[in-house]
């Protein structure tokens, strides 16, 4: 019938597309992530040296600073005053299982490992034609303006294969720093894995599934807190300093840090 609703097309795998059997992926917890940075700086610091290297910096401390990172943190408030919360999301490439990013590809730079999912760039094959990045609806491929080559997370490959690395320490470096514990790696098709686990047990999610990308990387949902909040609370005292016109001063013959001895 004419108007009547139609249901939105199954998603395929694009042409060349294969399901590896084994998925690495990051499972991020959006109630313990605080914003804190350290997953950026110290994914940062690990790549800016490492096989992935380096990660060039335009101007790093002026007034329009810029540069190139594989992890991100998005950080935006919700809500209406005074019930608002702040959302720190971190995001970087989510190594789809149907990544858009490969076919467009036009020297075959962009390309997906079959032995493990994680989705990597040939830097030798790339010419910095940013097809790559109009391809990909999460905004995770960033252009080295010093190298002219496309970068984005590469899942520190080079880091968790490194049998000179202990067994523990064999993780992305993003992982590893994370003070709050939100960030888990594994393999989300064995069903065994911590990743997997987690995804399963806490209701995780993919983002923007409807692109039917398959995104391997997932996300914990928020825990949301109830905020009582009173009117008083939300009236501005003044500074009692300031109504009572004078700072405080200690009394003349009051002991001071020179007769303790300090």
Not at 25 to 44: D, E, M, N, P, Y
Request: proline share 8%; aromatic share 6%.
């Amino acid at each position: 019938a004419a108007g009547a609703a139609r249901a939105a097309p199954r998603a395929r795998p694009r042409k060349g597309s294969a399901r590896s059997r084994r998925q690495l992926a990051l499972v991020i917890g959006l109630t313990g992530c605080g914003g804190c940075h350290a997953c950026v700086t110290s994914c940062k610091e690990w790549n800016g040296s490492g096989a992935a290297g380096p990660m060039s910096d335009q101007n790093p401390y002026g007034a329009d600073p810029s540069g190139t990172f594989f992890n991100r943190v998005q950080t935006f408030e919700v809500g209406e005053f005074p019930f608002t919360e702040t959302v720190h999301f971190p995001k970087s490439c989510l190594h789809c299982e149907d990544p858009p990013c490969v076919p467009v590809c036009p020297t075959g730079a962009s390309y997906k490992r079959a032995e493990d999912g994680i989705v990597l760039v040939d830097y030798d094959k790339c010419i910095g034609c940013k097809y790559c990045s109009w391809a990909c609806p999460y905004g995770a491929r960033e252009l080295d303006e010093k190298q002219k080559v496309m970068k984005k997370c590469t899942l520190c490959v080079d880091r968790i294969y490194d049998t000179r690395l202990p067994e523990a320490d064999r993780r992305p470096a993003c992982v590893m720093a994370c003070p709050t514990s939100a960030r888990l790696f594994g393999d989300i098709h064995d069903p065994q894995s911590d990743a997997s686990r987690a995804i399963r047990e806490n209701g995780g999610s993919a983002l923007m599934p409807e692109w039917g990308t398959q995104p391997a990387n997932h996300y914990l949902p928020r825990r949301t807190t109830r905020m009582r909040i009173h009117q008083d609370e939300l009236v501005r005292s003044d500074n009692p300093l300031r109504v009572e016109g004078h700072l405080p001063k200690p009394a003349d013959d009051a002991a001071t840090l020179e007769d303790a001895g300090f």
